[in-house]
């Protein structure tokens, strides 16, 4: 792992905190719940039926783990009537609170509700919309926050160079909720991603609105209106946060290369030095950080969730154990 890897991990140890696991059915969930806590990264709540785990990971030294099952729990109750509430006014019933409290993915984020955990991990083996769904349902947005979104940490090979990004980390957003965010959605992910960058990364975030064109230099009035979109997503944000580096409209490599900044953007502060990368919708930024993944030989840690009231995240169906500790180390640090 790298040293900023390793420093995410290191501060995740100080906190003790407590995340639960959603996902007791899976091998990876349930060998990355046995690492953690072999660590001391975080204590694991993991929810599932105990059987059922050590038939699923027979070899797994799970102590010190908590197994909670839904089925069988004294709380589920308690978090039934948690549901009730929270979803009464749009129609639940008490019988259908009862039944979808039993949900893993559902418990879990009326265990983090209700105050028994610090922080929620799911997504193994569930899609993005059933893993978050929970958390717009029940721990909803934080105070002043309109908008969740996500982003990810990619973190530089270390063995490689990287001369456009000296820090070895920067950050891309939004890459996995919002399809087609707005311009006020847009200024809120760029607060929310500096933040994410400042406090899980310790960056110093400079932040790049995104685009095809660079300070006016291409139009698409015609198509989807993206240039003038980011346009205005910048001062929106830098009205909100008038403290925020934070430029734009810029092509990638503006944003990142001091010769072409110097030539397409002169005098901007941002320019030629961004680590926080800001998409004008999912296609390019799920693109775009696949790229850098893929390509340019990247961690990507994420997608790392931003907005919610309690750190909840989400993982891909395609993560590995080390994925999963890393998150968990992540969700850890944002309930500092």
Same mark, same amino acid.
């Given at each position: 792992?790298?040293?900023?890897? #390793?420093?995410?991990?290191?501060?995740?140890?100080?906190?003790?905190?407590?995340?639960? +696991? *959603?996902? /007791?059915?899976?091998?990876?969930?349930?060998?990355?719940?046995?690492?953690?806590?072999?660590?001391?990264?975080?204590?694991?709540?993991?929810?599932?039926?105990?059987?059922?785990?050590?038939?699923?990971?027979?070899?797994?030294? +799970?102590?010190? $783990?908590?197994?909670?099952?839904?089925?069988?729990?004294?709380?589920?109750?308690?978090?039934?009537?948690?549901?009730?509430?929270?979803?009464?006014?749009?129609?639940?019933?008490?019988?259908?609170?009862?039944?979808? !409290?039993? #949900?893993?993915?559902?418990?879990?984020? &009326?265990? +983090?509700?209700?105050?028994?955990?610090?922080?929620?991990?799911?997504?193994? *083996?569930?899609?993005?919309?059933?893993? +978050?769904?929970? /958390?717009? @349902? $029940?721990?909803?947005?934080?105070?002043?926050?309109?908008?969740?979104?996500?982003?990810?940490?990619?973190?530089?090979?270390?063995?490689?160079?990287?001369?456009?990004?000296?820090?070895?980390?920067?950050?891309? !957003? #939004?890459?996995?909720?919002?399809?087609?965010?707005?311009?006020? @959605?847009?200024?809120?992910?760029?607060?929310?991603?500096?933040?994410?960058?400042?406090?899980?990364?310790?960056?110093?975030?400079?932040?790049?609105? &995104?685009?095809?064109?660079?300070?006016?230099?291409?139009?698409?009035?015609?198509?989807?209106?993206?240039?003038?979109?980011?346009?205005?997503?910048?001062?929106?944000?830098?009205?909100?946060?008038?403290?925020?580096?934070?430029?734009?409209?810029?092509?990638? #490599?503006?944003?990142?290369?001091?010769?072409?900044?110097?030539?397409?953007?002169?005098?901007?502060?941002?320019?030629?030095?961004?680590?926080?990368?800001?998409?004008?919708?999912?296609?390019?930024?799920?693109?775009?950080?696949?790229?850098? @993944?893929?390509?340019?030989?990247?961690?990507?840690?994420?997608?790392? *969730?931003?907005?919610?009231?309690?750190?909840?995240?989400?993982?891909?169906?395609?993560?590995?154990?080390?994925?999963? $500790?890393?998150? $968990?180390?992540?969700?850890?640090?944002?309930?500092?």
């Amino acid at each position: 792992m790298s040293k900023i890897v #390793d420093s995410i991990i290191n501060k995740a140890k100080t906190l003790n905190k407590t995340i639960v +696991l *959603c996902e /007791g059915e899976d091998k990876r969930v349930i060998e990355a719940a046995a690492e953690i806590t072999k660590q001391g990264i975080a204590k694991i709540v993991l929810i599932g039926n105990e059987a059922e785990c050590k038939a699923v990971a027979p070899d797994v030294d +799970l102590t010190g $783990v908590t197994i909670v099952d839904p089925e069988t729990s004294e709380k589920t109750a308690l978090y039934a009537n948690i549901l009730y509430e929270a979803r009464k006014a749009k129609g639940m019933t008490e019988e259908q609170a009862a039944i979808q !409290a039993k #949900d893993r993915t559902m418990f879990g984020a &009326l265990m +983090l509700k209700n105050g028994d955990v610090d922080g929620y991990v799911s997504g193994a *083996c569930h899609s993005t919309a059933n893993t +978050l769904r929970p /958390g717009l @349902q $029940v721990i909803k947005t934080a105070p002043g926050i309109k908008t969740v979104s996500s982003c990810f940490i990619l973190i530089a090979d270390e063995k490689l160079p990287h001369p456009y990004n000296p820090d070895g980390a920067a950050v891309f !957003a #939004d890459c996995a909720i919002n399809i087609e965010p707005d311009a006020q @959605q847009i200024a809120d992910i760029a607060i929310a991603s500096a933040a994410t960058a400042k406090s899980i990364v310790n960056l110093d975030p400079k932040v790049a609105m &995104l685009s095809f064109s660079t300070k006016g230099s291409g139009n698409d009035d015609k198509y989807f209106k993206s240039v003038p979109k980011m346009q205005e997503a910048l001062e929106i944000a830098k009205t909100a946060a008038p403290d925020l580096k934070i430029d734009g409209e810029f092509q990638f #490599d503006a944003a990142v290369s001091e010769t072409v900044a110097a030539l397409k953007a002169p005098g901007s502060t941002v320019a030629g030095h961004a680590n926080v990368f800001v998409f004008p919708n999912i296609n390019a930024g799920n693109i775009g950080y696949k790229i850098a @993944q893929r390509f340019g030989g990247y961690m990507a840690i994420g997608p790392v *969730c931003q907005g919610f009231a309690k750190p909840l995240n989400d993982l891909s169906r395609g993560c590995v154990v080390e994925d999963i $500790v890393i998150l $968990v180390a992540v969700t850890a640090c944002q309930a500092e």
